[in-house]
């Protein structure tokens, strides 16, 4: 019998594996004087966006060096709130100025095309459609509005929450809407007619200050899982000093199909986690503030399998398209740009 050939060799161009416990920054942009409040990455990868307590936007190529960068002027208040045209053509934030900005994000120079007054109060959270045709939006004012993206006209007002709403998402069937207040009350919408299906209570999420008589709560990220089946909120639990930050960090992983809350993802440290994305490897990655950290989690796990340390809190986490990166506005200035792999030789 004639002995089977070698197999071919692996070519040296082979991608990295992705490995959490080997996470390591790759690059990192700086501005100049105050914390970042948000980020994102553009759906095609090529561009990372920042927001910061300055009222501006700051844009770099993702592979780019920190002189490449890009300021954006519109906002006369914090921006907390990014999301794209599905093609990567349009940028839109959402500031507390009341308005919700929209970019050419193509242009050397991006100015807004509009600054269009969504809310009476700080509009928290706008999120896109999974076609692109919608962009939906939720205010101090305790509504959910649906825009529509080639005119900007208002589409539907979905009125409910008795306190902010803090976040909305598109679910993927592109049918429904889930959203989160200030209480720990979630809800998921009907597209078409604007009435309520669902509906449940985190109260675990929130807290009442007794000293400060405030309540403290709401979702500081909320995503769905790519096929829908999941939903994650990062928020807090544990309020016992809402202006000293003495509570901690949670994110709450509820099965949508289910209806039903599934593990509440905890962590060691005080604070807020501040960020939260499905990854498509199969486990969730979050950032949190004033800890500093990214925390891996499995789905079937409550208590992060890694964590990596950051140079400053955590406010806001994105994914590349294809998962080996993630970028992260921290407290500190800093716009780091991290990688799932071992470090190249």
Same mark, same amino acid.
């Given at each position: 019998m004639n002995p089977q050939p070698p197999p071919p060799p692996l070519s040296r161009d082979l991608p990295l594996s992705i490995n959490p416990k080997q996470t390591h920054v790759v690059r990192t942009f700086t501005i100049d004087d105050v914390p970042l409040t948000t980020c994102r990455i553009d759906p095609t990868g090529t561009f990372v966006v920042a927001a910061a307590e300055n009222f501006h936007?700051?844009?770099?190529?993702?592979?780019?060096?920190?002189?490449?960068?890009?300021? *954006? $002027?519109? $906002?006369?208040?914090?921006?907390? +709130?990014?999301?794209?045209?599905?093609?990567?053509?349009?940028?839109?934030?959402?500031?507390?100025?009341?308005?919700?900005?929209?970019?050419?994000?193509?242009?050397?120079?991006?100015?807004?095309?509009?600054?269009?007054?969504?809310?009476?109060?700080?509009?928290?959270?706008?999120?896109?459609?999974?076609?692109?045709?919608?962009? /939906?939006?939720?205010?101090? &004012?305790?509504?959910?509005k649906i825009w529509d993206t080639s005119n900007w006209e208002l589409v539907r007002v979905f009125s409910g929450h008795q306190r902010y709403p803090y976040a909305v998402v598109f679910h993927p069937d592109g049918k429904r809407l889930a959203s989160f207040d200030l209480m720990g009350v979630i809800k998921e919408w009907e597209l078409a007619t604007g009435k309520v299906t669902r509906q449940w209570e985190a109260k675990f999420m929130w807290g009442f200050d007794k000293k400060f008589r405030a309540d403290m709560g709401g979702a500081r990220d909320m995503r769905f899982s790519p096929d829908g089946k999941f939903l994650a909120v #990062?928020?807090?639990?544990?309020?016992?000093? #809402?202006?000293?930050?003495? $509570?901690?960090?949670?994110?709450?992983?509820?099965?949508?199909?289910?209806?039903?809350?599934? %593990? %509440? *993802?905890?962590?060691? +440290?005080?604070?807020?986690?501040?960020?939260?994305?499905? $990854?498509?490897?199969?486990? *969730?990655?979050?950032?949190?503030?004033?800890?500093? #950290?990214?925390?891996?989690?499995?789905?079937?796990?409550?208590?992060?399998?890694?964590?990596? %340390?950051?140079?400053?809190?955590?406010?806001?986490? &994105?994914?590349?398209?294809?998962?080996?990166?993630?970028?992260?506005?921290?407290?500190?200035? %800093?716009?780091?740009?991290?990688?799932?792999? /071992?470090?190249?030789?």
């Open positions: 936007i700051y844009r770099w190529p993702l592979a780019g060096p920190q002189s490449a960068r890009t300021v *954006l $002027h519109g $906002h006369n208040s914090w921006v907390r +709130s990014f999301d794209f045209s599905p093609d990567g053509q349009w940028l839109y934030s959402g500031g507390y100025d009341d308005r919700i900005g929209i970019w050419p994000l193509g242009d050397p120079t991006p100015s807004p095309e509009r600054m269009l007054v969504a809310h009476d109060g700080w509009v928290r959270w706008v999120r896109t459609s999974p076609d692109g045709r919608l962009l /939906a939006s939720c205010g101090n &004012d305790n509504l959910l #990062a928020g807090l639990t544990e309020v016992t000093n #809402a202006f000293a930050g003495t $509570h901690k960090p949670m994110v709450l992983l509820m099965d949508w199909e289910k209806g039903e809350f599934r %593990k %509440k *993802l905890r962590v060691d +440290s005080r604070g807020m986690a501040w960020g939260i994305r499905f $990854h498509p490897d199969g486990f *969730l990655v979050g950032s949190g503030s004033p800890s500093g #950290a990214l925390w891996f989690w499995k789905p079937d796990n409550e208590k992060p399998f890694h964590t990596f %340390k950051l140079s400053g809190g955590g406010r806001a986490i &994105d994914l590349t398209p294809d998962g080996r990166q993630a970028a992260v506005a921290q407290i500190d200035r %800093k716009l780091q740009i991290v990688q799932f792999t /071992a470090k190249s030789a």
